[in-house]
């Protein structure tokens, strides 16, 4: 079992920047991938981000060039940032452990 808890949500105006977090409580050295996926009200989950375990990238045609994600190993955290942010970002993110533990999801709202 693998817990994973979000922070780093919050409320910005468009343009602005955020960085979530996603704390895991065992080791991520090993694992696959990390990834983090975004659901607005009434839409389906959707994928926002992944990494692996060699550190490759994969990212939405939405969020790329303006979202970057990142791990540190040695804290067991995934980070997303997003910058430039639109307010069709806004969303409840979830980070994932290899599409097999989620978080409880963290919340983003851009204003216009």
């Known amino acids: 079992q693998v817990q994973l808890v979000e922070s780093g949500g919050g409320l910005v105006q468009a343009g602005g920047s955020l960085r979530l977090s996603c704390a895991a409580s065992r080791s991520i050295f090993s694992i696959s991938y990390m990834g983090w996926y975004r659901q607005a009200p009434g839409k389906q989950r959707d994928l926002v981000a992944t990494?692996?375990?060699?550190?490759?990238?994969n990212y939405a045609d939405s969020v790329k060039g303006r979202f970057a994600i990142s791990r540190d190993d040695a804290k067991n955290t995934v980070y997303l940032q997003m910058n430039s942010l639109k307010p069709e970002d806004s969303a409840v993110y979830y980070c994932?452990?290899?599409?097999?533990?989620w978080g409880q999801g963290t919340q983003v709202t851009v204003s216009s």
């Open positions: 994932t452990y290899a599409n097999i533990y």
């Open positions: 990494i692996t375990g060699g550190g490759t990238t």
